[in-house]
């Protein structure tokens, strides 16, 4: 299995500017092949521009967010059909930004993942404590309610290939503040026990925890060296080529699963 480098974009860039990063990434992976799995998460204006850029780069695109609805009534959402409709493998869900702007709850994430699965899209779903559950030694019982609650059966299939979960502390999103590697290496060995524990040995043990939060060109090397981390979610560095390149860069081969 490959790590994985995924750039969230968020609310984020005009044509222009998703046609020079897009153009310039091609250019990136081009010039330097990696053996990373790259992914962009576009906002949803710019994914049919970016993936007619990336076309056949190697590098792939998903979607921010999803409904859980097929189709329907439903003002202003997408659902996974018209994800993969554009060519999208992936989709982010349940992220901290959802939860707190559109007060996603973990059975809202449940339902999306499970028509993401269903329509064929690999859910990247995001779990973290807050900077307060921290302070009161919350982030393992919190991290470990946002799995129970928030991954249906048969979340990462029999390989891993059927979902990733992102561990994303939301005191270090758009922060600066990225955690500990003592931290993030702890996190990660707990949240791979609760995967184990809630899902059985298998599916468990093959799904990918990337970490995000602050990653950046300077400190990737040494988060993407942390036993358990399968790569990394990245926001604000995702947005400047050069810096997401040098993340690409920073990866490192994962054992066999
Ligand atoms: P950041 O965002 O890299 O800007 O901290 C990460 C994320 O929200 O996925």
Redesign the pocket.
Known sequence: MRQVIAG?W?MNGLTADAQALAQALRAGVEHAPTQAEVLVFPPYTQIATVARILAGSGVGWGGQDCHMAENGPHTGDISPDMLRDLGATHVILG???RRRDHNELDETVREKTVEALRAGLIPIV?VGESEEQRAGSQQEDTVGWQIKGSLPDGFGGADGSGGLV?Y?PVW????GRVATVEDIAAMHAFVRGELVRQMGETAGRGIRILY????NAANAASVLAVPEVAGA??????LKATDFLTIIAATTGLPAA
Do not use: F, Q, R
């Open positions: 969230n968020k992220h901290s930004e995001c992102a994303e270090a999103i758009g922060t995000g939060g602050s990653v979610l990245v926001g604000g560095a995702s």
